[in-house]
Every structure is written in C-alpha cells, then in structure tokens.
C-alpha cells in the first residue's frame, strides 16, 4: 500500500507532466500514482481530482466488454438448461460411441447438451470473470476479505464443482443426486458473472457521476490567455504560460484567466461561478479579479498574481476533492463491521453448507452446495462500505457550487449538530469596510493635525478600521508623517513616534498606558458608541488629542442570515474586540444572543473553549487572522472568503462570498447529507441482515422458499447500484436558505 500527499495540479487538461493520483472511494489512504484495483477492497481506483475532459475509463470499457460476452454466452446457455423442454439435436449416441472407443465408460451417462453448457460457461467464467478471481485471490494472500472474496468463492465453487461433476459423474456421491440427474451449476456460474459485471458497469457509471460537480468547476477555467508584452503587443498564449506579473488583456465576453488586479479600465464581471451572486460586479482600477470569471461587456487589463494551482479556483477544487475523500466519524460504523463481516458470511456459508447436508432434503448435499454459494453471493460488503463516502462526495460538491467551501467530512457532520455561532463582528455580522465619520480634536490641538497623526500610525497597519482613516486623510488632502518605533498592541490599537513626539492610537486600555486622561470626552464617545460606531482615541506625549469615530455598517444580508440561523434553533453570539457599547448597539439591531465585547484574540479562544466545556457543539464565523485560534478550537470553524488566507486555513468551511447565509445553507447540506447517509446505511445494513438468513434458507421450512445463486447475484449487483443512486438524490436537493 503506497501513500502519498496530492498536489494541487494545473486546472486544464492540456497541462503536460500533471501528476495524476488514484485512490478508492471507500479507502481514501490509498494513494496511488496508477490506475487499478484498491488492494484492501478491491475496488476500480479513481482520479483524487478529476480532470475536466476524462479519456473513457479503461476499467468501464473492460467491464463493459467482458459483461456483453458474459450476456451472449449466458443466454444460450440458460437455454440449454431447458432442454428438456426444448426439441435438440440427438448427439447423445455419438458421444457414447466416443466413450465406449476411449473406454471411458463413465461418460456414457452424460449429455453433449451437459458438454455445451462447460464449453459456453468456461469463457464466461475464466475469461468475463477472470477480474473477481484475480481480486479475490490478492484479497485472501494479504488477508483483506472483501466482496471479490465471497465472489470468487462462490461462483468457483460453482463452476468447478460442475467441471468435476461433467468428468467424473461416476464418483459422485448418490447424495448430490436427484434421481440420474447430474448436478451442474454452470448457468448459475455463468448468469453470476454476467450480473456482477452488469452491476459492476452501472457502479463504475454511477460513480463518476459523483465528481460531476468537480468536473463543472474544472471546465470553468479558460484554455488560453491573452498578454500584453512590454511594446503592447497581444499575444495568445496557453493558460500554463501565464506567470505572475504578467499583464493580460480580458475582452468583453471572454473569461478571466487567473486571479490577479486590474491596472486599466473598467467592466462588470458575472462572478456568480465563484459567489453564487447573479448580479454582475463593477470591476475598476485597483479592483480584484478572479480567475474563471466572465467578464461582462467592458474591457480591461490585469496584472497575474496568483497562477496555476494559487488561483482560487485550483483551491476550491482541491477543497472539494479532498473533502470528498475525507472520513466521516459515522463511517467507523461501517468499517468496523465491514472488519468482521467477510469472515462472518464464510462462516455462515460452512454452517449452511453442514446444516443443509446432514438435514436438508434430498439430494441434501446439492442442496447445501447451493445454500453456501447464496450466501456467498448475496453478502457483498461493497454496499456497506459505499454508504458514506458517495453521499460525502456529492454534498461537498453540491457545496462547492453554492459557494460554501466544507474542507473536510467531519466539518460536514458537525454542521448539523452545532447549538451555537459565535462570530466576530468586522468582516463578519459587518461589511469590514468601515469609513472614518468623525475627527475630534480635543486640548488645543487641531483637527488636521489629529487626522495626520492618526492616519501615519494606521498607514503602518493592515487593519480595516486603520485603512478607514487612512482613507479619511487621502480625501480631505492632509500629509502623512514619517513614523519610526511603530508597534502594534494586540486588542488595543497601535503607537510610534510621529514628528518625534510619542503618539498612542487605540481604546481606553491603550490610553491607560499612554496615562492620557480621557474622561472629558467620554460623554460624547459613549453616544457615538450607542450608534454602532467604534472610537479610537488619540495621545500625544501622553495628553489627549482628539478621537476618531469609525463606523462600519451591517452587510445588507447579515439581517436575514441571523433570521434563518436563529430559526434553526442556533444561538448567536457576537465576541468582538470593539468596546461593549458598540458592541451592544449592533447585537441589539440584529437580536443576537448575546455579546462578549473587548476581547483579545486569546480571549476569543477561551471563551470558545468554555462553551465546549458546557457541552455545546460550537461553530466559530470569522475572517481576520485574531480569529484563526478561535476558529481552529471551535468544532466547526468558519471563515469568509474575503478575508485573511491565516482565517481561511485555520477554519474547517469557509464562505466564498462572506456572506452569513452560507452557514444557513451549509447547516441544511449537512442535514440532507446525514440523512442521506443515515438511509444508505439503514438500507445497507437491512439488505443484509434479511438478505443472508433467506440465502441460507431459513424460510424453507415454512414457505418452502429457497434462493437461487443468480437471484443472489442479482440482488447483490443492484445493491450497490441503489446505493449510489440514493447519493446522487443530493444532486437534485435544494439547499436555498441563502437566497432571499
């Protein structure tokens, strides 16, 4: 067994040298770098990462050719089973002659109809079948019992009981007998194989089916790229040759290559593949643009910035695919009985077999024979172990499409059970694009000079509310100030030596350290608090200069996303660093919970960690890199997708579009998906707990009901098949909380 770790590979199937990987649908730490049978389950292996526009699957083709021989084969040879009540051509005094001249008198008692069905059957058998052989037998020399274990038993037993049979009639016990009649098995050998290999080729379908979503979101990256050499030239050039820094032209209608800025004009851009959104976005100079997005009618040139697999599309992809492969904690139900379940069913088939001989009807011993290969063929583990992962496969895919992004299967089947959201307010319940409304100034100084010296400290941080003021001194035209010993206090606000005077920007616990008395303004401070702004004082050498009010307004969505989450029966509370008033008025607007306001990062963490203790399932929304321990402690953490990559990689879901209702949406996801998976595991356990004791014949005694090998084989072919196809219902299923 091989592992290995995938890489993120280049979205478009012309890349050269791509690096496939291969794992199993129900074996995801099997990592190989062909094709070809898993060698625990024996499973058909399939691309980690499907590509866009697959070959034909050579393992589909095999199937399906081997299963059209096994067909052709198998009719005529049910047809000869029914020679008795068929008009055939008398060859039986040839074949006695022949007997007689070998002096092989033994021969003389069986029919060449009886030669034909070995002739028919051998091909089906050891060619068609030759696959189920060949995986049962590397199943019992590493001792890792699987469906092509009972399969191979079975349908051997069958097929070379009957060869032994045709050869040596004579030697047959009077016990397999019923009446002269010799007991063949070869068209129950036959049909057996036709129809594993039947549901084997619906299987093999039906699964590729369940990376659909995937291959959609690989068919939305562009082929080519146009870029605009140094002289101006425009050039045509494969998306694999794009290479940061480099400037692209996109044309109207065309789609953008790669995630990068726009450095020239202007457009609107359908961006709905990646947010889910229908309305268009205006994309301008300093604007964002994302790769596989459609651009509108405008025209405008870029600059690369992320390529290949850095692109956003690449990691949703990769998201997908590996959450797809991920394993739920409700699957070690069924790798624990899947442990003991082969060896169980052989058991049953040799207990069968004994029962059946010693008290079974006449001839008991052929009928025991057929009781133990009904067993073997009707207990096929495939479907068990299949429950989970396709319906995991197809809901984080349906995910992937609504722009809800679930990284791994956990993540999935906790979202259900979540009693509380604790989220962060800048970025999150907010548009984390705050605007500077107030400039005070206080002590004499004046109110440009407070704006210049709050502006050159915030100029030197990343923060939202620091660009807010930045921006502020950018309109109204005022200078920035070198700063040296710039230093950023964690949950307080920041200082530096501005024009070489100590100047301290932040909340009252800042001003503590600062020893600047700020009680004069605490009046007006706490009535601009009340209205959901945020206010930063300011302290020169430590004396008050002035505050500055930034508010940042609700998303326009966060209202119905909190209606949606709360009818659902989840709490909400908002744990922010802003000061508590600020706080209040917003948790107030928005009928939350519950507040924790002024927290540090750390504090954040804590608070999380203390709801678990109390027993609650907790999910955790942010998207600053303050929020990521607390995201990374939560069951389920939740990061916007315009915020930090530290957010996004410590959070197990992350909203492409921020936007609160994902969560609504990834809630209802995972409930169908549970239930899904509840009902492919309901139905997997069902068919065998009712399917093996009719196989061994415990309804004989009373409705005189005995299984056949082929109806077996039958049911065992279909049960995988409805499996699937149970799964791919998530397909169909609607997950619109989000949408108004």
Same mark, same amino acid.
């Given at each position: 067994?091989?592992?290995?770790?995938?890489?993120?590979?280049?979205?478009?199937?012309?890349?050269?040298?791509?690096?496939?990987?291969?794992?199993?649908?129900?074996?995801?730490?099997?990592?190989?770098?062909?094709?070809?049978?898993?060698?625990?389950?024996?499973?058909?292996?399939?691309?980690?990462?499907?590509?866009?526009?697959?070959?034909?699957?050579?393992?589909?083709?095999?199937?399906?050719?081997?299963?059209?021989?096994?067909?052709?084969?198998?009719?005529?040879?049910?047809? +000869?089973?029914?020679?008795?009540?068929?008009?055939?051509?008398?060859?039986?005094?040839?074949?006695?002659?022949?007997?007689?001249?070998?002096?092989?008198?033994?021969?003389?008692?069986?029919?060449?109809?009886?030669?034909?069905?070995?002739?028919?059957?051998?091909?089906?058998?050891?060619?068609?079948?030759?696959? /189920?052989?060949?995986?049962?037998?590397?199943?019992?020399?590493?001792?890792?019992?699987?469906?092509?274990?009972? @399969?191979?038993?079975?349908?051997?037993?069958?097929?070379?009981?009957?060869?032994?049979?045709?050869? /040596?009639?004579?030697?047959?016990?009077?016990?397999?007998?019923?009446?002269?009649?010799?007991? =063949?098995?070869?068209?129950?050998?036959?049909?057996?194989?036709?129809?594993?290999?039947?549901?084997?080729?619906?299987?093999?379908?039906?699964?590729?089916?369940?990376?659909?979503?995937?291959?959609?979101?690989?068919?939305?990256?562009?082929?080519?790229?146009?870029?605009?050499?140094?002289?101006?030239?425009?050039?045509?050039?494969?998306?694999?040759?794009?290479?940061?820094?480099?400037? =692209?032209?996109?044309?109207?209608?065309? *789609?953008?290559?790669? &995630?990068?800025?726009?450095?020239?004009?202007?457009?609107?851009?359908?961006? #709905?593949? $990646?947010?889910?959104?229908?309305?268009?976005?205006?994309?301008?100079?300093?604007?964002?643009?994302?790769?596989?997005?459609?651009?509108?009618?405008?025209?405008?040139?870029?600059?690369?910035?992320?390529?290949?697999?850095?692109?956003?599309?690449?990691?949703?992809?990769?998201?997908?695919?590996?959450?797809?492969?991920?394993?739920?904690?409700?699957?070690?139900?069924?790798?624990?009985?899947?442990?003991?379940?082969?060896?169980?069913?052989?058991?049953?088939?040799?207990?069968?077999?004994?029962?059946?001989?010693?008290?079974?009807?006449?001839?008991?011993?052929?009928?025991?024979?057929?009781?133990? $290969?009904? @067993?073997?063929?009707?207990?096929?583990?495939?479907?068990?172990?299949?429950?989970?992962?396709?319906?995991?496969?197809?809901?984080?895919?349906?995910?992937? %499409?609504?722009? !809800?992004?679930?990284?791994?299967?956990?993540?999935?089947?906790?979202?259900?059970?979540?009693?509380?959201?604790?989220?962060? %307010?800048?970025?999150?319940?907010?548009?984390?694009?705050?605007?500077?409304?107030?400039?005070?100034?206080?002590?004499? /100084?004046?109110?440009?000079?407070?704006?210049?010296?709050?502006?050159?400290?915030?100029?030197?941080?990343?923060?939202? +509310?620091?660009?807010?003021?930045?921006?502020?001194?950018? &309109?109204?035209?005022?200078?920035?100030?070198?700063? #040296?010993? /710039? &230093?950023?206090?964690?949950?307080?606000?920041?200082?530096?030596?501005?024009?070489?005077?100590?100047?301290?920007?932040?909340?009252?616990?800042?001003?503590?350290?600062?020893?600047?008395?700020?009680?004069?303004?605490?009046? &007006?401070?706490?009535?601009?608090?009340?209205?959901?702004?945020?206010?930063?004082?300011?302290?020169?050498?430590?004396?008050?200069?002035?505050?500055?009010?930034?508010?940042?307004?609700?998303?326009?969505?966060?209202?119905?996303?909190?209606?949606?989450?709360?009818?659902?029966?989840?709490?909400?509370?908002?744990?922010?660093?802003?000061?508590?008033?600020?706080?209040?008025?917003?948790?107030?607007?928005?009928?939350?919970?519950? !507040?924790?306001?002024?927290? +540090?990062?750390?504090?954040?963490?804590?608070?999380?960690?203390?709801?678990?203790?109390?027993?609650?399932?907790?999910?955790?929304?942010?998207?600053?890199?303050?929020?990521?321990?607390?995201?990374?402690?939560?069951?389920?953490?939740?990061?916007?997708?315009?915020?930090?990559?530290?957010?996004?990689?410590?959070?197990?879901?992350?909203?492409? %579009?921020?936007?609160?209702?994902?969560?609504?949406?990834?809630?209802?996801?995972?409930?169908?998906?549970?239930?899904?998976?509840?009902?492919?595991?309901?139905?997997?356990?069902?068919?065998?707990?009712?399917?093996?004791? !009719?196989?061994?014949?415990?309804?004989?005694?009373?409705?005189?009901?005995?299984?056949?090998?082929?109806?077996?084989?039958?049911?065992?072919?279909?049960? #995988?098949?409805?499996?699937?196809?149970?799964?791919?219902?998530?397909?169909?299923? *609607?997950?619109?909380?989000?949408?108004?």
């Amino acid at each position: 067994m091989t592992s290995t770790n995938l890489p993120i590979s280049a979205l478009h199937t012309s890349t050269p040298g791509r690096e496939a990987v291969y794992t199993c649908p129900m074996h995801s730490q099997i990592r190989l770098p062909n094709p070809g049978s898993c060698p625990i389950c024996g499973m058909t292996l399939e691309l980690v990462t499907p590509a866009a526009t697959e070959e034909p699957s050579t393992e589909l083709t095999s199937m399906t050719r081997r299963f059209w021989v096994a067909l052709v084969l198998s009719v005529p040879l049910l047809w +000869l089973t029914m020679g008795h009540d068929l008009r055939l051509p008398d060859l039986n005094g040839v074949i006695n002659h022949l007997a007689a001249s070998l002096r092989l008198p033994y021969l003389e008692s069986v029919s060449w109809a009886q030669y034909a069905q070995a002739l028919l059957a051998t091909p089906v058998v050891l060619w068609a079948g030759w696959p /189920f052989f060949e995986r049962g037998w590397k199943s019992f020399m590493t001792w890792q019992l699987n469906m092509f274990s009972l @399969v191979g038993l079975g349908v051997g037993a069958a097929y070379f009981f009957s060869l032994y049979v045709l050869f /040596f009639p004579a030697s047959l016990p009077q016990t397999f007998r019923q009446g002269m009649q010799l007991p =063949l098995y070869f068209e129950a050998a036959s049909v057996i194989v036709a129809l594993i290999l039947l549901g084997q080729v619906l299987e093999l379908r039906a699964r590729s089916r369940t990376s659909s979503a995937l291959k959609d979101l690989l068919k939305l990256a562009p082929n080519t790229a146009v870029r605009v050499g140094a002289n101006g030239a425009e050039e045509v050039v494969p998306l694999d040759a794009v290479a940061v820094g480099d400037t =692209l032209r996109v044309k109207p209608g065309s *789609k953008v290559p790669v &995630d990068g800025v726009v450095t020239e004009g202007r457009s609107s851009v359908d961006e #709905s593949m $990646i947010t889910g959104e229908a309305m268009p976005v205006e994309k301008v100079v300093g604007s964002k643009a994302t790769g596989a997005t459609v651009n509108q009618t405008g025209s405008f040139l870029m600059k690369a910035e992320r390529v290949g697999s850095e692109t956003l599309l690449a990691r949703i992809v990769q998201m997908v695919a590996e959450a797809g492969r991920s394993r739920a904690p409700i699957q070690k139900l069924a790798d624990e009985v899947s442990g003991w379940f082969v060896p169980a069913v052989i058991a049953i088939a040799v207990v069968s077999f004994i029962v059946w001989g010693i008290w079974g009807p006449a001839p008991p011993l052929s009928h025991a024979l057929v009781v133990a $290969i009904s @067993v073997l063929i009707i207990a096929c583990p495939c479907a068990l172990g299949l429950a989970t992962p396709v319906s995991i496969i197809v809901g984080v895919g349906r995910g992937a %499409k609504q722009g !809800v992004l679930i990284k791994d299967a956990e993540a999935l089947e906790l979202m259900e059970k979540v009693d509380t959201l604790v989220v962060d %307010k800048t970025g999150t319940l907010t548009e984390g694009k705050p605007r500077a409304q107030t400039v005070t100034a206080l002590n004499g /100084f004046a109110e440009e000079l407070v704006l210049a010296y709050a502006a050159s400290l915030e100029g030197q941080s990343e923060h939202p +509310l620091a660009q807010a003021i930045v921006t502020r001194a950018r &309109d109204r035209n005022v200078a920035l100030i070198p700063v #040296s010993s /710039f &230093d950023s206090v964690t949950g307080k606000g920041v200082r530096g030596t501005v024009d070489r005077r100590t100047v301290f920007l932040g909340n009252a616990s800042l001003m503590d350290e600062a020893k600047a008395d700020y009680a004069v303004a605490s009046g &007006d401070v706490d009535r601009l608090r009340a209205d959901a702004q945020t206010v930063m004082y300011l302290a020169v050498d430590g004396k008050l200069a002035g505050y500055l009010a930034v508010s940042d307004p609700v998303k326009a969505s966060t209202p119905e996303a909190v209606r949606l989450l709360r009818g659902s029966g989840i709490k909400i509370i908002m744990v922010t660093g802003d000061n508590p008033v600020t706080a209040n008025a917003v948790a107030k607007a928005l009928t939350l919970d519950g !507040v924790e306001a002024g927290v +540090l990062p750390q504090d954040k963490y804590k608070f999380v960690q203390k709801l678990q203790q109390q027993g609650h399932v907790v999910a955790m929304a942010g998207d600053g890199v303050n929020d990521a321990p607390a995201l990374a402690q939560a069951n389920v953490g939740i990061a916007m997708g315009t915020g930090t990559d530290v957010a996004m990689n410590s959070a197990r879901v992350v909203l492409v %579009k921020g936007d609160l209702r994902g969560i609504a949406t990834a809630r209802l996801l995972s409930v169908a998906t549970m239930r899904n998976i509840r009902q492919n595991l309901f139905f997997a356990f069902a068919y065998n707990l009712i399917g093996i004791p !009719v196989a061994a014949g415990v309804l004989y005694p009373w409705l005189g009901l005995l299984l056949s090998p082929i109806m077996a084989s039958a049911a065992m072919a279909f049960s #995988s098949v409805s499996v699937i196809g149970n799964a791919l219902r998530l397909k169909a299923a *609607k997950f619109q909380a989000a949408t108004t």
